[in-house]
């Protein structure tokens, strides 16, 4: 008898009752008779963006009522510092209010603990400081010729990388073009505020938190009470979105953790939506130099792409802006290079796709222009400059069908009918456009590890420490599970979020479920042969694990280039009195590897094409240059996609098995859908009015000059 194969089935979320009927318990909600009754924390956040505490005055705040505790630089006990020859930033210790020193707005200043959350707020605002201000750099355009070379970009990349003589072939090169765009600071902004709540128990602290890795929070927290990792149980069985930002620990974590400490009590804390703006990170803020030089029929002959991005002075981060460049198109001639720019502002973390959907966003746009100074169609000229091999490493790619997702893109959007000028098609008031863009996204593996249980009655249970932050994972793991064992969905149960199970790389970075499910499947298949092996399961069931290595200790990511493609087409109609800009309809064809759930797949491409909306017209975090604050510290203010600004938008997976990039032919969908969708929103933009706006995001202010004269 064969069964129908679980893999690839859309199958509706496992966890879709729980979270519909609010029985999905979230890190602030949780509630466990057996610890008490927790108390709430609220943080102070400094009013000045630079400068010192000169005198915190806690009195009235204190006297308030319900007030249990306050802790300030005066009271906080003495923490570890971060430990810089720690590879991965998440796993450092983070220490808060240890100083008096204030490096960004917002950054806290005081916690204060009261029974109820009101009354926490409400004493918070009673707390009075005295700053010492100084003058801080708040302003990045100001601050660009100051840039430094990092010693290394984001995930270990090279900072800069050179092949050929890109000075030479770019100013010989017949057709030349030399342009900067500039991306603003972007914030994650999930839904679910980022929260926790801890409890002591003796020398362990329980910690409920909203985060993406769980491991790398557990060891975070403990390098930061300077305790050995195992006192620390982390519970994060749901997430309400991370987008990045929860990949880390940031200063509610720690501040619950030491209120509990002080108070003998449990302590919750959630930041409000402002706090998240301010006491978080930022995607940081870049200005992106592209240099392309080409033949005139077409052939890039150097390509040049320089990023100066802002970083914090006291937590250093470089997004890998250029490293998709490396590996896009054919050139002999190359250069890329990343540097950084001191703001005091708060730190860069990644967001969404970090590095690949703010360089795409610019590369992508360049690549127009120049099909347009060519006068070629776009998508020939990417053809054209398809490598065969990954034109900076020198190695074969592992499966990339970029072309075929272009091809196929165009013949299902209809691209043989765009304005072959721009500025010319109209449908009534509308100017209208049609856009394309090539997406690349690099694929990681990172150490996961898993454990299988087979019971008596043929039910098995997974356990590992793996998040599922919205994405699907219960439901991916389930499929992936019933699959390698020969049983029904209805047979499997999944246990994640624990750091009582075994650990894994969390959710990020496009990584978790391609990670998760291979370790999964290895685990499985592990324990089928131990079930085959015996004559009956014992009463306490059958174990097995599996895991997969990080990339580097696996000898095929030394020997590929190992990525996700796709080809993003949009429609826009530019409103040509107001410069109003709308997308009418959106297709992306994909070329990710196997597909472990055409749902849950599809609604993270879907979910990645809406920020890329949002990262072409929407998204800025506007700096107050005089006080260092997010002028637009909310979501009413900082512009995000609402259901009326997205349109029909499609999307198409090609039919892969990238057996280079492990057991399952499966890698990273989350992140591909933000990598190159705003840059075809952005050259559909073009197409409608015939100007190129270069400064994100594109709003209609920008575009006003360029349009055409009101007829009278
Ligand atoms: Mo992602 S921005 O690496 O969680």
């Not at 010729?145 to 890109?166: C, E």
């Not at 499947?521 to 089928?528: E, I, K």
């Not at 996700?564 to 410069?579: K, L, Q, R, S």
């Not at 009326?644 to 057996?659: H, K, R, S, T």
Request: proline content about 6%.
């Amino acid at each position: 008898m064969k069964r129908r194969a679980m893999i690839g089935q859309p199958m509706n979320r496992v966890d879709g009752p729980l979270k519909v009927s609010g029985k999905a318990t979230y890190a602030f909600e949780h509630w466990d008779d057996g610890i008490g009754q927790p108390l709430y924390g609220f943080i102070v956040g400094a009013t000045i963006g630079r400068g010192r505490v000169r005198k915190i005055n806690c009195s009235n705040a204190g006297q308030s009522p319900g007030v249990r505790f306050i802790m300030t630089h005066e009271n906080a006990p003495p923490q570890g510092t971060p430990d810089l020859s720690v590879p991965s930033e998440y796993s450092r210790a983070f220490p808060t209010l240890t100083g008096t020193e204030v490096h960004h707005f917002g950054e806290p200043v005081a916690l204060v603990v009261a029974d109820t959350l009101e009354q926490a707020r409400a004493a918070a605002n009673l707390v009075n400081v005295e700053y010492s201000k100084e003058a801080g750099r708040f302003d990045l355009a100001a601050n660009l010729d100051q840039a430094y070379a990092p010693k290394t970009a984001n995930a270990g990349l090279p900072t800069d990388s050179a092949v050929g003589d890109f000075d030479g072939g770019f100013s010989s090169a017949p057709v030349k073009l030399d342009v900067t765009y500039t991306t603003p600071f972007e914030l994650a902004q999930p839904m679910e505020p980022h929260t926790c709540m801890a409890a002591w128990d003796g020398e362990n602290v329980t910690v409920w938190l909203a985060c993406q890795m769980v491991g790398e929070a557990r060891k975070a927290i403990a390098a930061t009470l300077r305790i050995d990792e195992s006192f620390v149980h982390i519970v994060s069985p749901f997430t309400g979105g991370g987008f990045g930002s929860k990949l880390g620990i940031h200063f509610e974590t720690i501040l619950a953790i030491l209120g509990a400490r002080a108070v003998d009590r449990p302590v919750k804390i959630a930041l409000t939506r402002q706090q998240v703006f301010q006491m978080v990170s930022v995607r940081p803020a870049t200005s992106q130099r592209v240099r392309l030089g080409a033949t005139r029929d077409g052939r890039l002959v150097a390509l040049g792409h320089d990023v100066t991005m802002s970083t914090s002075p006291i937590a250093e981060y470089t997004e890998q802006t250029a490293a998709t460049t490396r590996s896009l198109y054919a050139a002999p001639n190359r250069l890329t290079r990343h540097r950084l720019a001191r703001v005091d502002l708060p730190r860069g973390e990644d967001v969404r796709a970090p590095g690949d959907a703010p360089g795409l966003l610019a590369f992508e746009s360049a690549m127009d222009e120049m099909a347009q100074t060519l006068k070629m169609d776009p998508i020939e000229f990417r053809i054209l400059n398809e490598p065969t091999v990954d034109p900076e490493r020198n190695v074969p790619f592992s499966e990339r069908n970029l072309v075929e997702c272009m091809r196929d893109g165009a013949r299902r959007f209809g691209w043989e009918h765009r304005p072959r000028s721009p500025g010319v098609v109209r449908d009534g008031r509308f100017l209208i456009g049609y856009g394309m863009a090539a997406g690349i996204r690099m694929h990681f593996q990172a150490p996961t590890k898993v454990r299988v249980r087979m019971n008596r009655d043929r039910t098995a249970v997974v356990e590992s420490d793996m998040t599922d932050i919205g994405t699907g994972t219960y439901t991916i793991i389930t499929q992936v599970a019933a699959d390698a064992l020969g049983v029904s969905v209805s047979q499997v149960s999944v246990q994640l979020g624990n750091s009582a199970f075994p650990e894994s790389a969390g959710s990020g970075g496009s990584w978790g479920a391609s990670n998760s499910s291979v370790a999964v499947h290895r685990a499985c298949v592990a324990l089928n042969e131990k079930v085959k092996s015996m004559p009956e399961i014992p009463p306490e069931g059958v174990e097995a694990e599996g895991e997969i290595v990080y990339m580097k200790d696996d000898p095929n990511y030394e020997a590929y280039s190992i990525s996700t493609y796709g080809a993003h087409f949009a429609e826009v109609g530019v409103d040509a009195v107001t410069g109003e800009i709308r997308v009418r309809r959106m297709l992306g064809v994909f070329s990710p590897g196997r597909i472990l759930n055409h749902k849950t797949a599809r609604s993270q491409l879907i979910g990645g094409m809406t920020f890329g909306i949002s990262m072409a017209l929407h998204e800025e975090a506007v700096v107050d240059t005089r006080s260092g604050a997010f002028a637009n510290r909310d979501l009413a203010e900082y512009l995000v996609p609402v259901n009326a600004d997205i349109p029909e938008i499609d999307v198409v997976f090609l039919d892969e098995f990238d057996d280079k990039a492990n057991v399952l032919g499966v890698k990273g969908v989350g992140e591909l859908g933000v990598c190159g969708s705003g840059a075809a929103v952005a050259n559909a933009v073009f197409n409608a009015t015939n100007a190129r706006v270069r400064q994100f995001p594109i709003t209609l202010d920008k575009l006003l000059p360029y349009l055409p004269p009101i007829d009278a």
